[in-house]
């Protein structure tokens, strides 16, 4: 018996021994209150698209998208709210939407019913109607707590890249104008028409009503304007003058020092064309003007039906680009087929070098130019440039506007736009128009004759950031 006595007390350790590593080792389970959804999002929803068959007709089928998994959702923990500020694609169905979340705390998330009546599980594996705001209750592992959120999933209503256009009431203003030129400035439109022995000044915030303004010009004012960021400068005859109430009031600034034609206006400076057709700058305001710089031959620099833009370089911090366009007299360039397209990358940062004005040469490989038309007005649109005008010089059509030319290359190249049709209904026989875009990307065509107000925009350049 003795010799079993060792071994049983041993035996008798190594039990106690485990018994005590058990307890050591015991799991304990912490339950938090503190709870919250930490993050949200759509991984993919149904979308519905437009498409025409080979016979011509519109169908539309649906299929799953999962782009919207790129759309970031906004959590204010404070108010209690989860959204999308960049709203979905237009077409989304935002009822069969598949969504992920994550939570603080291995929280429960709970979805209310739209009547409030009863909760489930929000699930990650099966659809859930997001197509008007959710209530969601995050519970806490010990029930000891409950947060409640409610999750908007905005989605367009509209497509971002269609085009529309309202009509505005017929301003009889300008039926008897022989030309015209439109700015958008201080929250207002501003036509200014030449009946041929005045210009006249016409204005609107909202194109339903039209105001004449008491300001009365020269002939040749109308085409002579220049905007800056510091104001408004019309070349009247010989006096440049300049307006920094929105075209309200003139003053005078001096003589036009030899100044043949007013171009234009950037952000630092103003752009006219002297009495040898070169171009000339003004840093000062139109105080003093000096010779701009100019690199290819002044054979090409056009001097009838004058369109200038300036739109901020997207290239590059504190650059304008430039752009000139016009035509050549038809008499003495009779073989002429475009118009003649300069342009100048203007840089404004400190000790930034001096722009050139290029000329965008064209050859016979060149198939899309900018026509050569009859009052040629140049807009920046979004990251674009469009182009319009009256009749095609050397063509009997007789039919103005015929096209919004697009260019996406900086001028190089002019395409008749799918993306900018013209309105139906737009008079084509007018005699003289008028265009510009405004400060909220509206674009405006006030016709002459029939005195038709067209507005326009494309949906996404009015959605909000």
């Not at 993050?39 to 169908?59: P, Q, R």
């Not at 075209?247 to 020092?257: L, Q, T």
């Not at 899309?368 to 674009?384: A, C, F, H, M, S």
């Amino acid at each position: 018996m003795r010799r079993y006595f060792s071994p049983i007390c041993l035996l008798l350790s190594t039990v106690l021994l485990f018994a005590s590593c058990i307890d050591d080792d015991k799991t304990e389970v912490t339950l938090y209150d503190d709870i919250a959804i930490t993050a949200f999002g759509l991984s993919s929803a149904k979308i519905y698209k437009h498409t025409t068959s080979s016979t011509g007709n519109d169908s539309v089928y649906a299929e799953m998208d999962g782009t919207v998994s790129n759309y970031p959702f906004h959590i204010d923990h404070l108010r209690g709210e989860i959204y999308n500020t960049d709203s979905l694609p237009a077409g989304i169905d935002a009822s069969k939407s598949f969504c992920t979340y994550t939570t603080k705390n291995s929280g429960v998330v709970f979805l209310e019913s739209f009547l409030g009546d009863s909760e489930s599980i929000l699930s990650t594996s099966d659809t859930v109607d997001f197509s008007a705001p959710r209530y969601v209750k995050v519970h806490a592992m010990d029930n000891s707590s409950i947060r409640r959120y409610k999750i908007t999933v905005n989605v367009h209503k509209e497509k971002g890249d269609e085009f529309h256009w309202n009509r505005m009431p017929d301003f009889s203003g300008t039926a008897m104008l022989s030309g015209m030129k439109a700015v958008s400035t201080a929250g207002r439109i501003l036509v200014f028409g030449t009946d041929g022995n005045n210009t006249r000044i016409y204005s609107t915030d909202n194109g339903q009503t039209w105001n004449t303004e008491s300001t009365v010009m020269g002939p040749e004012a109308w085409h002579n304007i220049a905007q800056t960021h510091n104001g408004l400068y019309v070349l009247d005859g010989n006096m440049l003058t300049v307006s920094t109430d929105g075209g309200a009031s003139f003053s005078r600034i001096g003589e036009n020092n030899g100044i043949r034609r007013l171009l234009g206006g950037s952000t630092t400076a103003l752009y006219a064309l002297d009495g040898d057709g070169k171009i000339i700058l003004s840093a000062d305001g139109g105080q003093t003007w000096e010779a701009d710089i100019m690199t290819d031959d002044m054979a090409w620099m056009p001097s009838e039906n004058i369109g200038f833009c300036c739109t901020p370089f997207r290239f590059a911090d504190k650059t304008d680009y430039l752009l000139l366009t016009g035509t050549r007299p038809a008499a003495e360039y009779p073989d002429d087929s475009h118009a003649m397209v300069w342009r100048k990358i203007s840089e404004y940062a400190p000790d930034s070098k001096p722009g050139k004005w290029v000329y965008m040469n064209m050859d016979d490989s060149d198939i899309y130019p900018l026509p050569r038309l009859e009052d040629i007005t140049v807009l920046g649109y979004g990251k674009n440039l469009l182009a319009m005008g009256g009749i095609s010089i050397g063509n009997d059509s007789g039919e103005a506007l015929k096209h919004i030319y697009e260019s996406r290359d900086g001028g190089i190249t002019w395409k008749p736009s799918a993306d900018y049709p013209l309105p139906d209904g737009l008079d084509r026989n007018i005699t003289t128009f008028a265009a510009t875009v405004d400060a909220d990307n509206n674009m405006w065509i006030v016709c002459g004759g029939t005195g038709q107000v067209w507005c326009g925009r494309l949906n996404r350049m009015g959605w909000g950031k």
